[in-house]
T-cell receptor, first 112, second 113 residues
Framework: RKEVEQDPGPFNVPEGATVAFNCTYS??????FFWYRQDCRKEPKLLMS???SGNEDGRFTAQLNRASQYISLLIRDSKLSDSATYLC?????????????FGRGTQLTVWP | EPEVTQTPSHQVTQMGQEVILRCVPI?????FYWYRQILGQKVEFLVS????????KSEIFDDQFSVERPDGSNFTLKIRSTKLEDSAMYFC???????????FGSGTRLTVV
């Protein structure tokens, strides 16, 4: 069973484009949801937490649909520096201490 | 910005040897974790540690693995007898209270030859 599934990508977009990533998770008891970014051979870095009401941080907007167990990330006005792998991450549920489950990641390349 | 520090950044070891990977979590964090990422694959949970004991471990974390917090600052992962398939990037992470994302260290790349 795959706990977290993501668009495999890769996504190749020009600067200034809007790009959206999707993710589904299998554990309905999950309580915490995140988007991380990972640069090649580096550690995952927290991009943003995802809340039921949806949340925005500058050019990034995250949405959570608990009924569909679906998470999305929208990046507006893409920059070259946005090129990375974006990881959908969900905790195991039952407790916020629970392990994190990572998706395989969606690779984004922004070209000039 | 506070960070999680890991040493060494790269370790090469012979199969069957013991390795200890070291981590210094963020000082006021209470929850500590080890994850690993085999090249080209997703990040996988190994173990969580809270209040000086393991709170959860995955099926990967077998008897060859152990964790320790020997003093107030270090958090170590020991692999007793390394296998070729232990080659991976090992990430330490820590978390404070509240529903926040984890902070990951920059990782130790373990290569077993």
């Amino acid at each position: 069973r795959k706990e977290v599934e993501q668009d495999p990508g890769p996504f190749n977009v020009p600067e200034g484009a809007t790009v959206a990533f999707n993710c589904t998770y299998s554990n309905s008891a999950s309580q915490s949801f995140f988007w991380y970014r990972q640069d090649c051979r580096k550690e995952p870095k927290l991009l943003m937490s995802v809340y039921s009401s949806g949340n925005e941080d500058g050019r990034f907007t995250a949405q959570l649909n608990r009924a569909s167990q679906y998470i999305s990330l929208l990046i507006r006005d893409s920059k070259l520096s946005d090129s990375a792998t974006y990881l959908c991450v969900v905790n195991s549920g039952g407790s916020t201490l629970g392990r994190l489950y990572f998706g395989r990641g969606t690779q984004l390349t922004v070209w000039p | 910005e506070p960070e999680v520090t890991q040493t060494p950044s790269h370790q090469v070891t012979q199969m069957g040897q013991e390795v200890i990977l070291r981590c210094v979590p963020i000082s006021n964090h209470l929850y500590f974790y080890w994850y690993r990422q085999i090249l080209g694959q997703k990040v996988e949970f190994l173990v969580s540690f809270y209040n000086n004991e393991i709170s959860e471990k995955s099926e990967i974390f077998d008897d060859q693995f152990s964790v320790e917090r020997p003093d107030g600052s270090n958090f170590t992962l020991k692999i007793r007898s390394t296998k070729l398939e232990d080659s991976a990037m090992y990430f330490c992470a820590s978390r404070g209270t509240g529903n926040y994302g984890y902070t990951f260290g920059s990782g130790t790349r373990l290569t077993v030859v």
